[in-house]
């Protein structure tokens, strides 16, 4: 069947044709088919250069080697016990151990439940309710922080989600990304905040570069007024480097929540943190958090290997960060492009707007029908954007010379 044949019965069967909302694309997506490396193919026989890498978790590439084998290995022998397993603690060392202050770590099976888990969490150990979050900042698809959230909520026009309670939500308070002050001022009039979630460097919004400083001043604010601070490194775990965000601007969270490059493409999502916070977690405390697939040797195989193999390629890193800069100077060549291009590692949006964008409502101002244009014609060309001015573009290890030169070239083309 074809891809719009397939969309047309999706869309009887499944609110609007998807399994998650920012693969709607308009007027139908397409149906993939396989895909290795940094190709995917589509069931029309269409190879593409894939840039959305399935919006974050595939930095090694779809199907990379290594994974496959480390897959099939624990395949042989059954991949669901609801027993522990040798991976475990050998994964807990490891995530632990790449990030400084992070003493223990539980599993679970998506960085949606391990933000939902985190925040429950600090509420749990400080005994206080609110929450801040960041504008703009996305942790999933839960209640509490589906509150001008990121992502597929920001690109459907639909910030605040319907059947939120009003009295839900009334505990979690919104501030802009890149302004202390603002922070200051809430956490110095408020007494009863239980922490700050933020996406270090907000990635579905971008990504968006923090200010010299800002996350050191987060850092100093939330300690001062007693407010654990959260790092969800969801996208930017493994992503920016060993260590993440937190390592790279040398910044220590009292919690952290990962999630897509840990699983080597398998589901999963964990939260770690200081050890007087997670000895409360049950059954060692009082705060509640189970899961029947939580640390699934299938989950964890894959994400050992891909840990493992980052750990024996520290030079991805910055090889990585010169291909983006690659693209970046194929924009620049154009001359005066109207638009602005911003990166950090492997991450990097063009933006339709003439300045980086500072915060959410700098990202709002963009031009997205220019962007639509964009993308669809970066499609023509073979390139696969994630399909919102508001999704990152990742770059992968198995984007070849070759596939950068095509990226670079549409870049400048189409933009
Ligand atoms: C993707 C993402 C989540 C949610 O993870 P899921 O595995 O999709 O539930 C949470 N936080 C951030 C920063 C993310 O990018």
């Avoid at 509640?288 to 493992?308: D, K, M």
Wanted: some cysteine; proline content about 7%; overall charge neutral.
């Amino acid at each position: 069947m074809r891809s719009r044949d397939l969309f047309a019965e999706a869309q009887h069967l499944m609110p609007g044709g998807v399994s998650s909302p920012v693969r709607a694309i308009k007027p139908s997506p397409f149906y993939t088919a396989h895909a290795a490396g940094a190709h995917i193919t589509t069931v029309e026989g269409e190879t593409l250069i894939d840039c959305c890498m399935a919006y974050g978790p595939l930095l090694l590439g779809h199907a990379h080697p290594d994974i496959k084998k480390a897959i099939a290995a624990q395949l042989e022998k059954g991949w669901l016990y609801g027993t522990p397993t040798p991976f475990e603690p050998e994964f807990a060392r490891l995530v632990t151990g790449d990030h400084p202050g992070m003493d223990m770590i539980r599993f679970v099976s998506s960085g949606s439940e391990a933000t939902m888990a985190a925040i429950r969490l600090a509420r749990g150990f400080t005994g206080k309710s609110d929450i801040v979050k960041i504008e703009g900042g996305f942790h999933g698809a839960h209640d509490a922080v589906l509150v001008k959230a990121g992502s597929g909520a920001t690109t459907m026009g639909v910030p605040d989600s319907a059947g939120v309670p009003a009295a839900l939500v009334a505990h979690t308070r919104q501030l802009p990304y890149n302004d202390p002050e603002a922070l200051e001022t809430m956490l110095a009039k408020n007494t009863g905040i239980a922490a700050l979630i933020i996406e270090p460097v907000p990635g579905n919004i971008g990504p968006v570069l923090p200010k010299d400083g800002y996350l050191k001043d987060v850092r100093e604010i939330t300690r001062a007024h007693d407010v654990l601070l959260i790092f969800d490194e969801v996208i930017t775990g493994y992503r920016l480097g060993i260590g993440g965000a937190q390592v790279m601007f040398g910044v220590r969270p009292d919690l952290t929540t990962l999630g897509k490059i840990i699983g080597g493409g398998l589901p999963i999502g964990a939260f770690c943190g200081r050890r007087e916070i997670m000895q409360l977690v049950a059954p060692a405390g009082p705060v509640y958090q189970a899961g029947t697939f939580s640390g699934n040797p299938l989950s964890l195989a894959a994400g050992i290997a891909t840990v493992r193999w980052l750990h024996d390629h520290p030079s991805i890193y910055p090889d990585l960060s010169e291909k983006t800069r690659g693209i970046e100077e194929s924009v620049a060549g154009k001359g005066n492009t109207g638009g602005s291009f911003v990166r950090i590692g492997s991450m990097f949006k063009y933006f339709f707007r003439p300045d980086a964008p500072q915060n959410y409502t700098g990202v709002k101002e963009c031009d997205t029908a220019a962007f639509t244009r964009f993308w669809q014609k970066m499609l023509k060309q073979g390139i696969f954007l994630p399909p919102s001015q508001f999704e990152t573009n990742f770059l992968s290890v198995a984007h070849t010379a070759k596939d950068l030169e095509a990226i670079r070239g549409g870049y400048a083309a189409c933009r």
